[in-house]
């Protein structure tokens, strides 16, 4: 019998002590927070009755006063200690199944000669003694536990707030422990031992993404604790665990910065909002409240507000998955790559200064179907003002001027005809008050005419206020300012010039009118293409003012390939005191704009190098190594992926003798997949989504169960589903079906990382199905039929 083994009963009595320890603080704490909340009740529904209410004098009133705040503290404090209770009830609540995952043996460098090593306990959370003195399990992210993550038994070296600490690790043993009852332990080196990895990913995959710290790599925990970098950018493979160490970071700066941070104050892009809530359960389980959790498409949209529809990245990714070699989508295509560069961040700088000089468009303030202040006179207003002054701070001087005019305009309004008939028409209340407010002011007289006349006067001053409150109100949110039409004004010829900035990009002069012709039709037509809706609110805060978000310091960028230089820009300008966490994978980049090149590369401009910090994970954990091979293969440079030892079958790829085959096919393979003992989630992979709708409709009829995710699908949900390839995106599945492999959905060069996407979704089993001839990027190598 091994000495591990020999250990197991002093380890199980160890378990125990502490599953008592803490059943027996859960039910005290219980006890004690339903008497504070009892107490919180009380004390709300008696505020005002324990407050002697008294404003006779100042002195009364000052004993008020104080008697409120004396009892708003009370009620304060009892309510923080409330919130403080659940907390630990919470943190108790996830230890007590399974204290810890984790123990290092440490023998500090300045212990003195003959001292044990300190034993480390790790759990999701911390645990002291009775005495409050000592720790019987260490949070994993206190700063001791990162050795836990980044060595083996040998010397060691951890940071802490007081210093550098040395010493020497003795042992470093890893637990599965379910239920309170150990299930195995094991000792191990430098790296999580593969025996928990595999009990980990061994399992299906669920509707909800799970954190598992006993399983963080070293190479993941860099990313996690990285307090140095500015801008840290990680780029992993398929599968490498980029996302579940992004939301582990939020939840260890969650926990390092205790008091200085708070999860209002982190923010983090996902790819849709399907994929929020995939991830929305994994703070919580670290005993964090989640952060701010949002899409650029519901920024870029609550930004553009009503002004136009805003297309998004996914009817974006449908048109140019549609007639490839046409005139009209090759125009588009070349748009949306030059309106993603650098070149279009300056283009746009360009257009804004000019403004400064000329071409600012205004809207007229109309009132009863004429022209108040006409559109020509905002502006020449506008120009008549310091042009040394930046156009955000001349238009709010415009603004000022603006209702100033309005106040003047509106005193020789009361004179019309129509005010008269707009007095005619109020009722009797409103004389009534007409009356007593001119009788207040002395305003009545003994001459009955002049009495008439104040009436008249008041009352139209009040018509005419109420009816040019909506002016107020439209020239205090700007709407003068007629930003749609400056907008398409960057797409209009200049005399013979199409562009007097010259063409963005690698567009030649010719290529960008046709561009620009593309795009003002689809903005006469009220529509904003996703490829111009960064550049709009781009320019829109450059001529307005940043709407800037300074109160939020970390920003987190999910699925960052799939985001262009000028979207970067932006972000970086909104967001200023914002360290940023960028996390994609190259290969990966699906949609247009991404271009060829690695966007990663670009983003010089936001940090400087000392500030920058690169992070690559090359090791994929979540498919067999059988299916990692496979997908590997189909990407350039697929060869520096390492696959995570754990065996599986190997993909299959199905040749129907006819298309209509195919349907049968995929549903009886389905049905395999979801037998007795089969997984729990499966997914049917389609290149589009207007493939996926067909094949649904088709599917359906076999399968009631089977679900259609579609972009406007918020929630994931376990079982069988049928999906576009680019919305399965950071999401994972049990076994995965790509209905139609052939040489007809997958042929193009820039559709190669989407098959590569689509096949690196599985954890357990791949499937292909294909009819005629097999696409091109499994040509040439040997696959199993």
């Not at 399990?137 to 536990?145: L, T």
């Not at 996902?270 to 964090?288: A, D, H, K, R, W």
């Not at 120009?383 to 955000?392: K, Q, T």
């Not at 994929?620 to 990692?628: A, C, D, E």
């Amino acid at each position: 019998m091994s000495i591990i083994e020999n250990e197991r009963e002093e380890e199980q009595k160890r378990v125990d002590r502490l599953t008592a320890i803490i059943a027996r603080r859960i039910e005290g704490l219980r006890v004690r927070t339903g008497g504070i909340h009892g107490e919180i009740v009380d004390i709300r529904r008696n505020f005002w009755d324990d407050v002697t209410v008294n404003f006779e004098d100042a002195a009364e009133t000052a004993e008020t006063f104080a008697s409120m705040k004396q009892q708003a503290e009370l009620l304060n404090e009892r309510e923080r200690s409330h919130r403080h209770m659940v907390e630990q009830l919470s943190t108790l609540n996830r230890l007590q199944a399974s204290p810890y995952f984790g123990r290092i043996d440490l023998l500090e460098e300045d212990a003195p000669e003959g001292a044990q090593p300190d034993r480390i306990y790790l759990g999701v959370g911390s645990l002291l003694d009775d005495s409050g003195d000592q720790y019987l399990i260490y949070d994993w992210r206190a700063p001791v536990s990162s050795l836990y993550y980044d060595y083996g038994p040998g010397p060691v070296v951890y940071e802490t707030p007081a210093g550098e600490v040395r010493g020497e690790m003795t042992l470093k043993r890893q637990y599965i422990i379910r239920g309170g009852v150990i299930k195995s332990m094991f000792d191990t080196g430098v790296t999580i031992g593969d025996e928990l990895l595999q009990e980990v990913l061994g399992k299906g995959s669920d509707a909800a993404m799970k954190s598992i710290v006993a399983t963080i790599q070293q190479e993941q925990n860099r990313i996690i604790r990285n307090e140095r970098a500015k801008l840290l950018i990680v780029q992993g493979a398929a599968g490498s665990g980029k996302t579940s160490a992004a939301l582990q970071r939020a939840a260890y700066l969650l926990y390092r910065f205790r008091g200085s941070l708070t999860a209002d104050q982190i923010v983090l892009f996902s790819p849709n909002p399907m994929f929020n809530s995939y991830i929305s359960t994994v703070l919580p389980e670290l005993g964090e409240q989640n952060m701010n959790q949002t899409t650029y498409q519901e920024h870029l949209e609550r930004r553009v507000g009503q002004e136009f529809e805003v297309e998004d990245l996914f009817a974006q990714m449908e048109y140019s998955l549609r007639s490839p070699g046409t005139a009209e989508h090759d125009i588009r295509m070349r748009g949306i790559r030059a309106k993603a560069s650098a070149d279009f961040i300056r283009l746009i700088d360009d257009y804004a200064a000019s403004l400064g000089e000329r071409g600012l468009r205004f809207k007229s303030i109309m009132f009863r179907g004429r022209p108040l202040i006409p559109h020509t006179a905002i502006a020449r207003r506008f120009y008549e003002l310091d042009r040394g002054v930046s156009i955000a701070n001349r238009l709010r001087e415009l603004r000022g001027w603006l209702l100033k005019e309005l106040v003047r305009l509106g005193k020789l309004e009361r004179s019309k005809k129509w005010v008269d008939e707009a007095i005619e028409l109020l009722d009797n209340e409103a004389y009534a008050r007409a009356y007593e407010e001119l009788q207040r002011k002395n305003k009545f007289s003994e001459q009955s005419y002049d009495d008439f006349a104040s009436e008249r006067d008041f009352l139209a001053a009040g018509v005419v206020q109420e009816r040019f409150k909506k002016l107020r109100s439209r020239v205090k949110r700007g709407l003068f300012f007629d930003f749609p039409a400056i907008y398409k004004a960057l797409y209009e010829p200049r005399g013979d010039k199409a562009c007097p900035w010259g063409a963005p990009g690698e567009l030649t002069a010719e290529e960008w009118k046709s561009v620009q012709s593309d795009t003002l039709q689809r903005l006469e037509q009220g529509q904003l293409p996703y490829e111009d809706a960064t550049p709009y609110c781009y320019l829109k805060e450059k001529l307005e003012g940043f709407h800037t978000h300074t109160t939020v310091k970390y920003l987190f960028v999910d699925e960052a390939q799939d985001y262009s230089p000028l979207q970067f820009h932006y972000l970086r300008r909104i967001f200023p005191n914002s360290r940023m966490t960028l996390l994609g994978d190259f290969n990966q980049s699906v949609f247009i704009h991404s271009g060829s090149g690695n966007v990663f590369h670009s983003l010089g401009e936001l940090f400087s190098e000392e500030e920058t910090e690169r992070i690559t994970l090359h090791r994929s954990y979540r498919s067999t190594k059988q299916i990692i091979r496979f997908a590997s293969s189909i990407i350039e440079g697929g060869e520096e992926i390492e696959p995570f030892n754990r065996n599986g079958e190997e993909p299959s790829v199905t040749r129907a003798e006819q298309a209509s085959a195919i349907l049968a096919l995929v549903a009886a393979k389905l049905k395999e997949l979801q037998g007795p003992g089969g997984y729990m989630s499966v997914a049917v992979i389609c290149k589009s989504a207007e493939e996926s709708r067909t094949l649904y409709g088709e599917l359906s009829g076999l399968l009631p169960q089977i679900r259609l995710i579609e972009k406007e699908t918020v929630t994931f949900e376990k079982g069988l589903v049928v999906i576009p390839s680019y919305l399965a995106k950071g999401v994972e599945f049990d076994a995965v079906i790509i209905a139609d492999a052939s040489e007809n959905a997958y042929r193009r060069e820039e559709e190669r990382k989407l098959f590569y996407t689509a096949c690196t979704r599985a954890m357990h089993e791949l499937h292909l199905f294909y009819h005629g001839e097999l696409t091109p990027f499994l040509q040439g190598r040997k696959v199993a039929h």
